[in-house]
């Protein structure tokens, strides 16, 4: 299994930058795809981004392609998002997601992720 803690977040004006970690401790960390994705209020749950196990092979949502950059870390178990020229509309939780050691399941899926973190805060201000 895996802990996962996100970290980063923030308030930043539109136009603006931030980058998350999430941490990981457990098991089989690089051989993980992991996965960010985002919750605004009463919305459903939305991909955003995720890196296969591999580290080769990235994926990222049409709403944040050319915007956001994911990569990680295997050495510090760490998965980062690189967020840049925020929008309003990027304003949610974000979350850390991990699947299982070794696992190809659907990437974009919620479903596809076993292991969770407790979230971050991003807001984004006009």
């Known amino acids: 299994q895996v802990q996962l803690v996100e970290s980063g977040g923030g308030l930043v004006q539109a136009g603006g930058s931030l980058r998350l970690s999430c941490a990981a401790s457990g098991r089989s960390f690089s051989t993980r795809t992991m996965g960010w994705f985002r919750q605004a209020p009463e919305k459903e749950r939305e991909f955003v981004t995720a890196i296969e196990w591999s580290g080769s092979i990235t994926h990222y949502a049409d709403s944040v392609q050319g915007r956001f950059t994911i990569s990680r870390d295997n050495a510090k178990t760490t998965v980062y998002l690189q967020m840049n020229s925020l929008k309003p509309e990027d304003t949610a939780i974000y979350y850390c997601?991990?699947?299982?050691?070794?696992?190809?399941?659907?990437?974009?899926?919620?479903?596809?992720?076993?292991?969770w973190g407790q979230g971050t805060q991003v807001t984004v201000s006009s």
């Open positions: 997601a991990a699947q299982l050691p070794w696992g190809g399941s659907t990437w974009y899926q919620p479903g596809s992720y076993p292991y």
